[in-house]
């Protein structure tokens, strides 16, 4: 059984600089079947961007879809993990701060991302958040 981030991360996360804009952010999340991007500010993980906060803060806001992701990304308490942290420290850190993904940096830099959907399909392996997770993408 895992016991460690680094057995069930996804590794080589997307990435994006905080300056460039929310569209280049959205065209790499779609490229990838992802729903999120690590913000980085000269290669230094500094927050996360998710397909909701493009939504919420982007889109609903009425904002231009050249907004740099520095300006709608969540960077506030960014919780991030090692790869050597074990899954139930990540799993107190998850629910502790109620966030659904952790960014896992090693030496400032991002290594991988730990979503829900990961832990599921190694914790809970029947349930339906596995289930999803672990399901083939319909494009």
Request: contains cysteine; aromatic residues 0%; hydrophobic residues 45%.
């Amino acid at each position: 059984m895992a016991a460690t981030v680094s057995d069930v991360m996804t590794r080589d996360p997307e990435t994006i600089e905080a300056d460039e804009p929310v569209l280049e952010a959205a065209r790499r999340m779609r490229d990838a079947d992802s729903g999120d991007v690590i913000v980085l500010d000269n290669g230094r993980v500094v927050g996360i961007l998710t397909d909701r906060d493009i939504a919420v803060r982007v889109v609903a806001e009425g904002k231009d879809s050249s907004t740099p992701v520095r300006q709608v990304c969540s960077t506030t308490d960014l919780q991030t993990v090692g790869p050597d942290t074990s899954l139930a420290q990540a799993v107190q850190l998850m629910r502790g701060n109620a966030v659904r993904r952790l960014p896992v940096v090693e030496n400032d830099h991002a290594v991988g991302i730990l979503s829900l959907g990961d832990l599921a399909m190694v914790l809970d392996e029947n349930s339906a958040l596995a289930d999803i997770s672990a399901a083939a993408p319909n494009n």
